[in-house]
């Protein structure tokens, strides 16, 4: 088998012991982590000569869950998502030559190609991830029709079926309450049915997107509302990005679990004789790691060819190329600094780096060329002289992304509604330039990290447009103190400190599970409730 | 002066004495009533001869607080909306002459041109409006400008303090304590400026509209969001429709005024020393007019018209042509609905009574276009020898809506997110074949209509096909028993409850202001808090 070969450190990062490495003793024994996210570590091509090979997996998720391997024994479920996937899954030497360790095992929920379709590219993409996002124009979109409810009915919940049982199946023969941690808004249903089977699992699941207000939830058929609000229930801990997403979840539950008993100052749900705590554990980078990229010779490289194409000062961003990344804001607020601060043309450039996502939906490709345009639009007016002012950069160039925020005199980070937002980090703990962070109020970021950065609404151009403004007069010393206040925040809330509190939680749950307390809790709380009108 | 009478009837419509009346009488003794709306009950137009014309104010929000001049003595101050209003704001003789009784006075806040098309066609309309209706797609609009800052503060701004100024100006020399009602989201700033006059008046605002939720907020310029909060918590009272929307006011109180003390279970807020209480007030429809109407010969006329077009069966829906009311998605569920059940084709009309507003504006004109070929699209698949199945009726015809509700088998109100829908209340006392209400968990009325209707979430079009064919096949007894318990609730909260409730809440305000308790309550919570980490 060919393929990339997928780096993982030989040995524990961490040592002596971590307070990590402690929790996860404390919380797993002689036990492996089980967790379930769609995709994998690596996924499985077929080359051309019928060989499986491997490529390691992308995006946020996945980077930031590798991690737990390198403290952990994982078992880790994916769903097989095309048909090189569906060969390793019933290939199991495959399988355990795709990862170069037994730290990490690799299982994948064999998952048919239909029912893969109808859960990711009708449900889970184009549905949930755009409403939780709050990126619909209600009066059009979703239509939830017949097509919707079958793709709800035989692919969703099939698919969380499917890994509810791949999840069971790695639980040791013998071994009392697993211990297994669910990702993401692909699993909302998995724990129900892992509960099920298993009525002894210790099972946390986590939402890396935004949760809405229970209001938008609200426009939503109730099988689908309250099936993934009951579904995560079954969870023994529910972990988001925010207390806001936190708060709106308690308020979901309330509104579409009428027999829960919600308490919102200890953020615990009483529901079918079981206690659920809602916890709140923002994701964070691994500092190390990325200091690393962002020290390496291709980074070095691309910081020199950036300086050589920029004016004296640089204004910075990198996202993924989607509408909820509010980049059109971005250069409008560009263009209003340009036109009140002349003295800034020609010497400030804004680099924007740009990954290309999801190019296979309308709505992306659509909001890409209006990106294009206005980038254009703003060149041919501030332009000089075989120099423009915007320079898009459409690639997945991690080292390069890193280079710019490197030396970025300004970091514009302005989503619309965005779960953690992991560049605000990226770039407080590379920057050299005492950069200023301008970042909006909605990215899930922002409740770290308001104590460094400029604040900015994100619909608020005028507002954006003040903030860069501000940000490039500010003296060096504010500069420097602010990204200080920001690289020591993300230094002590790194990745580890968002696994370790989630593994000490699991620890202190299974520790009480069986107490005298947390029963009478449930038993006081079981009681019916008082009528609301009293 | 030509014109339309303005009927009001000549006595108060209730005796002996009702509840309202003696709240009035509670609240006012000889006082007048000041209410603020930017509406008036008339306006005016220049004849041909330059003479001054009224004609009667049209709009959900004039037709209730219309109501309030029959119980109570009303001075009525608007805004001048064209050049007719504010010759006639100079014109004493022409605002006497304007209403036929002293009751109602009618006064013009002069407000010029730019004033009032930036306040109302920048601020007020397109943004506030569209936005607390979640009527956005976020990614591209709103784009909060340099225009639209310059709407807000020589626009939304001014036109507010011309409100306060022309409120004030109506205080009487050497009354204490005026009553002043502000009504809806032109008006978010009006209280603070008249308290700063009048730090003495007793000060109420009623948002007509939803009031999202503070995430939803955080988009918009910190001026305008906090300006708004803070404006409104100028006052004694602030009224919602739903006790949802009062939630999400605390939430923003909380989110953008950190120096408030919020206490959600007393729905109050201590800042700057004062106490403000956020009340639910749902409004209502006039019963008895609303049916005299409905058994008008007019209302006779277009009943026996309707019914010589129609299938034996009735689906009716009466809504201004907007997106917010989600007319698409209702022509989809009929479609769903005629698909499955063929026996329906035939002898089920759709009568759609869809009411053209604000045709200036590109957004509803798009989606009448779209409204349109909808139903013709819907027609030509299942159309049979010169009967089709949706008739759309494009006019404002109130006795024609009152007539289609009243022969209804099921009336469809969807709306996507509504302040409160006064179609589902006039349905429901006027429909006389027990009909069946199919409405939106997220219209206001749901809240208190719930145990009548059949609720739908808005965007689940196979749900709503579900619900009209439960409607349909639903037992005569059932249909009656569900029709009454929703008659017999609007009749009880109808629109003179709705205003009793308020008066009387004020009439407690002004008896409790002075007390020991309230002096103390505001004391106690003006301490600093706790810390947040306590």
Chains 1, 2 share one sequence.
């Not at 009525?199 to 890396?208: E, K, M, N, V, Y």
Request: glycine share 6%.
């Amino acid at each position: 088998m060919a393929g990339e070969p997928f780096e993982i450190d030989a040995e524990p990062s961490s040592s002596p012991v971590s307070p990590l490495t402690a929790a996860a003793v404390r919380l797993l024994g002689e036990r492996r982590l089980i967790l379930a996210a769609n995709r994998g570590p690596v996924s499985f091509s077929a080359g051309a000569d019928g060989t499986l090979r491997t490529r390691r997996g992308s995006g946020g998720v996945v980077t930031a869950l590798s991690q737990v391997g390198e403290h952990v024994p994982v078992t880790w479920v994916a769903a097989t998502m095309n048909d090189a996937d569906r060969r390793a899954a019933r290939d199991p030497e495959a399988l355990a030559r795709a990862l170069p360790t037994d730290r990490v095992r690799l299982r994948l929920a064999p998952v048919g190609r239909t029912v893969f379709e109808a859960a990711h590219n009708v449900i889970a993409n184009p549905l949930l991830w755009f409403f939780q996002h709050e990126m619909w124009n209600l009066p059009e979109r979703p239509m939830i029709d017949a097509a919707t409810m079958r793709a709800w009915h035989s692919g969703y919940v099939p698919l969380n079926e499917a890994f509810a049982e791949a999840v069971v199946r790695e639980v040791p023969r013998g071994d009392r309450e697993p211990r297994i941690l669910l990702h993401d808004y692909h699993l909302y249903l998995a724990a129900a049915a892992i509960r099920r089977a298993r009525p002894d699992a210790i099972l946390s699941h986590f939402t890396h997107i935004p949760w809405p207000s229970s209001s938008l939830w609200l426009v939503l058929p109730p099988v689908i509302r309250e099936g993934i609000v009951r579904g995560l229930l079954a969870n023994d801990v529910v972990g988001f990005q925010t207390a806001r997403y936190a708060h709106n979840f308690l308020r979901s539950v309330e509104t579409f679990v009428p027999a829960a008993h919600v308490d919102f100052l200890s953020r615990t749900v009483v529901h079918d004789g079981r206690l659920t705590r809602i916890r709140v554990y923002p994701i964070s980078i691994d500092v190390v790691a990325t200091r690393r990229v962002a020290a390496s010779a291709a980074a070095r490289r691309r910081r020199v060819e950036l300086q050589a194409t920029s004016a004296e000062r640089m204004l910075v961003r990198v996202d993924r190329l989607e509408p909820s990344k509010n980049i059109l804001r971005g250069f409008r607020a560009f263009e209003a600094l340009l036109e009140r601060h002349s003295e800034l043309r020609g010497s400030l450039s804004f680099l924007a780096f740009l990954v290309p996502s999801r190019t296979s939906i309308r709505e992306y490709r659509d909001y890409g060329r209006k990106v294009r345009d206005e980038a254009e639009r703003i060149n041919a007016r501030f332009g000089r002289a075989g120099r423009v002012p915007v320079q898009i950069f459409f690639k997945h160039d991690y080292a390069q992304a890193l280079a710019g925020l490197s030396i970025a005199n300004v970091i514009l980070v302005n989503p619309l509604i965005d779960g953690m937002n992991l560049v605000a980090k990226e770039a407080a703990v590379v920057n050299e330039r005492d950069g200023v962070l301008v970042l909006s109020e909605t990215a899930g970021a922002y409740d770290q990290m308001a104590d460094g950065a400029l604040p900015v609404a994100a619909a608020d151009i005028v507002g954006t447009a003040n903030a860069l403004a501000a940000a490039l007069a500010m003296p060096v010393a504010e500069r420097h103190a602010r990204l200080e206040r920001l690289r020591a925040g993300v230094e002590r809330e790194d990745i580890s400190w968002w696994l370790q509190r989630q593994l000490e939680d699991l620890a202190g749950i299974v520790e009480s599970r069986e107490s005298a307390e947390e029963r009478s809790e449930i038993r006081r709380r079981a009681r019916p409730r008082r009528s609301a009108g009293g």
